[in-house]
């Protein structure tokens, strides 16, 4: 629900980091964001092929997965063509191997498991994105 209330608040260019341990619940955020795209596509974990590719017919998600990384290395490069790219939406998991190549303008979600099917979600972004938020607050 969180990804898909995201998802539909994206214009183009935004930037996503998602943190939390194993299991926790980042592929799941990027599946919703991907279905309020309109993408049909079933959204996997690219902890092996470290970039997953959604397309739309406005925008395009890129889903990255540093996980298996130690050096960022040809496939940061390749991150650094999708940021700031006002087609793409940008989504990144286990960011730390990039961190110094991420944007400050960046939305960066902490997950933490409560329980098996309950997530706490701390959302920090620049006031420039404040927009991506505006639909959460009660």
């Not at 539909?8 to 996503?16: I, Q, S, T, Y």
Request: glycine share 10%; aromatic share 10%.
């Amino acid at each position: 629900m969180l990804g898909e209330l995201l998802g539909r608040a994206c214009r183009g260019g935004e930037v996503f980091e998602l943190i939390s341990d194993l299991g926790g619940g980042k592929t799941s955020l990027v599946h919703g964001m991907a279905r309020a795209f309109g993408v049909e596509d079933q959204v996997t974990s690219p902890t092996f092929s470290i970039n997953n590719t959604y397309m739309s017919d406005s925008l395009t998600l890129q889903h990255f997965d540093f996980f298996r990384l130690t050096k960022s290395g040809v496939v940061g490069e390749e991150l650094k063509e999708y940021l700031g790219d006002k087609d793409s939406i940008v989504v990144i998991e286990w960011g730390e191997i990039v961190h110094d190549i991420l944007p400050i303008d960046r939305v960066t979600i902490h997950i933490w498991t409560t329980d098996v099917e309950k997530r706490l979600f701390e959302i920090k972004y620049p006031i420039q994105l404040e927009y991506l938020v505006e639909g959460l607050k009660a």
